[in-house]
């Protein structure tokens, strides 16, 4: 029997990798409180003055809390509906039914088709409702994705048919199982839904530009846009404004890691 190879080489490895991803966001971060030029030779490690300049700047120069309050709220809707609806679809293509076949295939040739192809429809659709320029209108196309559907459907597959055949005898309908039964035991597929669906809606440019009308509904993308126009000397103050736009995004991410990973590798190794 072969001995284990040792596993420190790998860690070291991995920890090098690290540092060198990290590397890009500390510049940032110490172009934010140091307001250093980035092109300065030889560059420094540490900051030499750190203020917060920068960030009053940005705080000052736009209206920041109205687009951050936009951004969290479309985000809300995002991943509430995210959570609900790829739920229900991915419990529904964990059954068997006439069509199934077609309806998973018309999903991934679906996935091939860019937003932008779409756009134009989807607008027209969310005038047609009378949501324009407003929370859930910009949300609309964000509420489901087809990525989250399919992790929903790998996560459900693997809990034991005869929990579901038990609740069904108890008398339980179909939504109460997937609420008491499904998602309790499908912590990592939520987490990857909410997660996805608030990194996808947090960023997302080009269906707030199209969609809102007033400078009060325009969410932090379009305020960097804004920033940038207001702004000659961008450097430090641009940092500043990514960092105050990544934080929420990297806080969520590094409080359910773990389940995130766990979420999209569910089933990768089934059969």
Sequence with gaps: MMGRYPRWPIHFALIGAGIVMLVPFYWVLKTSVSGENIYAYPPSIVPRHIHPFFYIDVWYSIPFARYFLNSVAVSIIAVVCNVAFNAMAGYALTHGFRGKNAVMLLFLSCMMVPFQATIIPAYLITGKLGLLDSWLGLALPQCSTIICIFVFKSSFDAVPRSLIDAARIDGLPEWRIIWHIMLPLSRSAIATNVILAFIWSWNNFLWPLIMTRSADMQTLPLGLARFLSYQEDTTGALYAFCIMVLAPGL???????????????SGATKG
Excluded: D, N, S, Y
Excluded at 256 to 263: H, L, M, S, V
């Design 251 to 265: 806080v969520l991410f590094l409080m359910a890691q773990k389940e995130f990973i766990q979420g999209l590798t």
